[in-house]
């Protein structure tokens, strides 16, 4: 995994620097949006943390010269939250994400991960959330070193929702997705699903929790150590 | 800011020169009457001129023939006895070819066989009522009629008659002339001296004052308006300045203090003692009042222009789904639950922003393991309740301004009011019973839009 930062603050990217590389990525790490340009032109990139406010210009033009390219790096923005019009600029202009500043380790790893997960050639397929490791290939759920014994359709429920860690599934998503494994699904087999798998984790120590958004979907969030 | 649109210039002027020419007129008028009145004599005169002029409407020469017919307008005058006036017609040889006589045609008139004199006059007594006698040689086809009047009583106002000819020919007549030039001539030129004032506001009108080249062309004006114009120009200059310092402001929050802000938070991860984790709580808050001051000032630029269609349902799923994993992240819960997808126009990003806040006081405010539930209705309407200890006022019905309990909240509140203000609806605080706070987003009904489904 190799990684860029484009972030004016000297100290900030080496705050970032030391937090990426402890997670075992590779990091380059440049202050303007030329040398940011320049570095996107030599290397292939796996994400793109990227500034909003550079000296030299608008981290959201490099952006949108990266689209224009038709590069698909995953990028994801450190902006302002709140700062509406700056969202909907990023959206438009294409980012991946957005880490509003200030952020914690925490949030930033978690951010990346998942974008690097998204990324569709990853080199890291196993997917993961606290102490649960899914591995599409082998189909295997393990909590620490145990191995789960999931029905298919809890299993493929789990991996939608490791998927999308610290975030909303929305029920009507899952309805789809595990309608393609099984026959049509009612919503109260979703339901039916989501409680067994509730009760499989149960005994284990998996570090998440599965919550369910009454009216929106299922939210799979890891818990604070 | 609402008056009532002025009159058109071009009507003040006319309006206000009509009135002083009728105020110049009525001076006239007096100054005639005066003049006039003084000279009862030339008054007489007058009254003879008139009256023979309409008496010889009523002669009619056919080759050496004449004939007489008294004309209608003045039969009441010399057709009926004892009227007070007397007229006689004759040539200048005698042959009398109208007579309305009594003994005062004996008395007054010159006798039939003298040759009469082209004009003569005598006032039979001094003053007023007019009482004169006198004569008149009118010629018609080669013929010199001489024609005779006498006026013992003024008993039909001949005198009145005789001063509003004259005041119709010679001041009414020319006066009126020269006010319709005058008002022509005026409104011409008023109307053309605002053509470029007219031009100008047409041209104000189209302007956004906050476009970099919003200015009014200058060239081509009169100098008064240039001034204005001129005036115009350079208050769009200072409206420019000052949104670009706002905005040079609010973007200085937003860029460079957030970057210190984000050193600092990841400065102190690396410092492992409870003072750091303290400061961080604290840093947090920090950094939430100023995104909410950062919020409210920009909020401030926005008007309605790009609103849109938002349903609410839709609206509400999506910041619920948002918000939930900060909300149990704070060991909270959140629901959503909604209604027949009302829609309204409106900014779907402020009003996420207006719901976010909500459910941010709600976690920060109510106390723990509390259940949040969004709703949207029909009013339209939306709102987050939760079941904690909230920000509840001491009694229902307390003015807003009195739910500060926490810093921070006052002002969280106040961008909710502003959002909810821009879209036309407003913000309802109350408790629930038994226990718990609600929030309530009421939009005005907007009955021409329909769900886009």
Redesign the interface.
């Known amino acids: 995994m190799r990684l860029l930062l484009v972030e004016?603050?000297a100290?900030?990217r080496e705050?970032?620097g030391e937090?990426i590389r402890a997670a075992g990525w590779r990091l380059d790490a440049v202050g303007t949006v030329a040398e940011g340009e320049d570095a996107l032109a030599a290397t292939s990139y796996d994400l793109v943390l990227l500034?909003?406010?550079l000296p030299d210009g608008d981290g959201l033009d490099l952006l949108r010269a990266l689209r224009r390219r038709k590069d698909s790096t995953p990028v994801l923005a450190?902006t302002?939250?709140?700062?509406?019009?700056?969202?909907?600029a990023g959206l438009d202009a294409g980012a991946d994400d957005y880490l509003?500043?200030?952020?914690?380790?925490g949030e930033l790893l978690a951010r990346a991960r998942a974008l690097l997960r998204r990324a569709p050639l990853s080199a890291d397929p196993v997917l993961e959330a606290g102490a649960l490791r899914y591995d599409p290939a082998t189909h295997d759920v393990r909590c620490g070193e145990e191995i789960l014994a999931l029905a298919p359709r809890e299993r493929a429920a789990l991996e939608i929702l490791m998927r999308n860690v610290?975030?909303?599934t929305?029920k009507r998503g899952l309805e789809e997705k595990l309608s393609e494994f099984d026959e049509e699904m009612s919503p109260n087999a979703i339901e039916v699903v989501l409680s067994r798998l509730r009760r499989r984790l149960a005994p284990y120590e998996t570090g998440t929790?599965i919550?369910t958004?009454?009216?929106?979907?299922y939210?799979l969030?890891e818990l604070?150590a | 800011m609402k008056h009532a649109a002025a009159a058109p210039l071009g009507r003040i002027v006319a309006l206000r020169i009509m009135l002083f020419a009728a105020l110049a007129m009525l001076t006239q008028l007096v100054a005639v009457l005066v003049e006039y009145g003084s000279d009862p004599e030339y008054l007489s005169l007058l009254a003879l001129e008139q009256e023979t002029d309409v008496l010889a409407l009523g002669l009619s020469v056919q080759g050496n023939h004449l004939s007489y017919q008294l004309p209608d307008a003045h039969a009441a005058r010399y057709g009926t006895e004892d009227s007070g006036y007397v007229a006689r017609v004759r040539t200048a040889n005698g042959v009398v070819l109208f007579s309305h006589c009594d003994a005062a045609c004996t008395e007054h008139f010159l006798p039939l066989d003298l040759n009469p004199p082209s004009v003569w006059l005598r006032v039979l007594t001094p003053g007023y009522p007019l009482s004169f006698a006198g004569g008149r040689i009118i010629e018609k086809e080669g013929q010199r009629i001489f024609f005779e009047i006498a006026v013992e009583r003024d008993t039909q106002h001949v005198v009145w008659e005789v001063l509003a000819d004259e005041v119709l020919d010679h001041m009414i007549l020319p006066m009126s002339l020269t006010l319709i030039f005058v008002l022509g001539a005026t409104l011409l030129s008023v109307r053309s001296a605002l053509r470029p004032v007219t031009a100008a506001a047409e041209q104000a009108e189209e302007l956004d004052p906050l476009s970099p080249d919003a200015r009014i062309e200058e060239a081509g004006m009169p100098r008064e308006i240039a001034q204005l114009a001129g005036a115009v120009n350079r208050s769009y200059a200072r409206t420019r300045e000052l949104m670009a310092a706002q905005k040079l402001f609010t973007s200085a929050i937003a860029h460079e203090i957030r970057t210190p802000l984000a050193i600092i938070r990841l400065e102190l991860e690396r410092i492992d003692h409870p003072a750091a984790r303290r400061a961080t709580a604290e840093l947090d808050e920090l950094s939430h009042f100023a995104e909410q001051l950062v919020t409210l000032a920009r909020l401030e630029a926005l008007d309605r222009s790009g609103f849109q269609p938002v349903a609410l349902d839709d609206l509400g799923r999506d910041i619920v789904g948002t918000m939930a994993p900060f909300v149990y992240s704070h060991g909270a819960s959140i629901a959503f639950e909604g209604s027949d997808n009302p829609t309204l126009p409106g900014n779907a990003a402020l009003l996420k922003d207006a719901v976010r806040n909500l459910i941010e006081n709600a976690v920060r405010h109510s106390g723990p393991g509390i259940a949040i539930v969004v709703r949207t209705d029909d009013g339209p309407g939306l709102s987050v309740s939760d079941d904690g200890t909230g920000f509840v006022p001491s009694r229902p019905g307390d003015a807003p301004g009195h739910y500060k309990r926490a810093g921070g909240l006052g002002i969280g509140l106040e961008i909710v009011r502003r959002i909810a203000a821009l879209h036309g609806g407003r913000l309802e605080l109350e408790r629930v019973e038994p226990h718990g706070t609600r929030a309530r987003l009421i939009f005005a009904p907007a009955p021409s839009v329909t769900p886009d489904r």
């Open positions: 004016d603050s100290r900030l705050l970032v937090t500034d909003l406010g450190l302002a939250r709140g700062a509406v019009d700056e969202r909907i509003p500043k200030p952020f914690n380790n610290g975030r909303v929305a929790a919550e958004v009454r009216g929106v979907g939210l969030r604070d």
